[in-house]
C-alpha cells in the first residue's frame, strides 16, 4: 500500500522568506506521480505541481518548486519568496501510474501560516 | 467553463437519513472519484470511476453507494446516515492517464456534510 507522511503539522515563515514543506513516500511501484495541493480557508484543492517518478529535473511552477530525491522517497515543496496568500493547509498526495482511476493518496497535511 | 460542480454546499441530516450528493464536471473528463476530508486530515478516497457505467470501491467505501451513467456527471449516495460519516465531501474529475501528462486532478468546492 502506498503512504504519504507529511511530518509538520504546522509552520510559520515569514512574509517574502522561503519555505519548504516535507514530504516522505512509501512504494513499491517504479512509474507514479507526486503532487502537491493548496487548500485556502475558503475550503477548495488547487493544485500547485506536479512530479514524475522518471523526471530527472526538478518540476518548477513560479514561486513553486518541488525538491525529487527519488532514492530517499521524499518530494519536498519549496515556496519562494511567501506571501501572505500562502497561508493554508498543503497536502502532497501520490498516484499509482500504473491505477486505472488516477487515484490519489493523500498525506494528512501541513498548515503554512505566514507571517507579515 | 464550471470545472466540477458539487451540490449543495452545506446539509444536515439526521441519522438514519438518506441523501444524495451530486457531482457534475463540463471538462469531458474519464475519471471521476469521491474524497472525504475529516477534521485535521488529508482526503480519502470513497469510489472512483473509469467512464461511465464503470465504477469500483476506494479506501473507504462503506456505507455509500455510486454509479455513473453518463461521462459528466457521478453521484453519491449515502444509504442510512451516520454521525461517523460526518465530513467534507469532494468529488475530483480528470483526465485518463493513458492521455499523457500530468493529468491532475480537478476538484469541486466541497459538500460539509453534517450527521446528527
Known amino acids: 500500500a502506498q503512504k504519504i507522511t507529511q511530518t509538520q503539522p504546522g509552520m510559520f515563515v515569514q512574509e517574502k522568506e522561503a519555505v519548504t514543506l516535507d514530504c516522505t513516500y512509501d512504494?513499491?511501484?517504479?512509474?507514479?506521480?507526486l503532487f502537491w495541493y493548496k487548500q485556502p480557508s475558503s475550503g477548495e484543492m488547487i493544485f500547485l505541481i506536479y512530479?514524475?517518478?522518471?523526471?530527472?529535473q526538478n518540476a518548477t511552477e513560479g514561486r513553486y518548486s518541488l525538491n525529487f530525491q527519488k532514492a530517499r522517497k521524499s518530494a519536498n515543496l519549496v515556496i519562494s519568496a511567501s506571501q501572505l496568500g500562502d497561508s493554508a493547509m498543503y497536502f502532497c498526495?501520490?498516484?499509482?501510474?500504473?491505477?486505472?482511476?488516477?487515484?490519489?493518496?493523500f498525506g494528512g497535511g501541513t498548515r503554512l501560516m505566514v507571517k507579515p | 467553463n464550471a470545472g466540477v460542480t458539487q451540490t449543495p454546499k452545506f446539509q444536515v441530516l439526521k441519522t438514519g437519513q438518506s441523501m444524495t450528493l451530486q457531482c457534475a464536471q463540463d471538462?469531458?473528463?474519464?475519471?471521476m472519484s469521491w474524497y472525504r476530508q475529516d477534521p485535521g486530515m488529508g482526503l480519502r478516497l470513497i469510489h472512483y470511476?473509469?467512464?461511465?457505467?464503470?465504477?469500483d470501491q476506494g479506501e473507504v467505501p462503506n456505507g455509500y453507494n455510486v454509479s455513473r451513467s453518463t461521462t459528466e456527471d457521478f453521484p453519491l449516495r449515502l444509504l442510512s446516515a451516520a454521525p461517523s460519516q460526518t465530513s467534507v465531501y469532494f468529488c475530483?474529475?480528470?483526465?485518463?492517464?493513458?492521455?499523457?501528462?500530468?493529468?491532475?486532478?480537478?476538484f469541486g468546492q466541497g459538500t460539509r456534510l453534517t450527521v446528527v
Open positions: 470511476s473509469v467512464g461511465a457505467g464503470i465504477t
Open positions: 512504494t513499491s511501484d517504479q512509474s507514479y506521480g
Open positions: 471538462m469531458n473528463h474519464e475519471y
Open positions: 512530479q514524475g517518478s522518471y523526471d530527472e
Open positions: 475530483a474529475s480528470s483526465y485518463s492517464i493513458a492521455t499523457g501528462g500530468v493529468t491532475e486532478a480537478f
Open positions: 498526495a501520490m498516484r499509482r501510474d500504473n491505477n486505472a482511476g488516477n487515484m490519489l493518496t
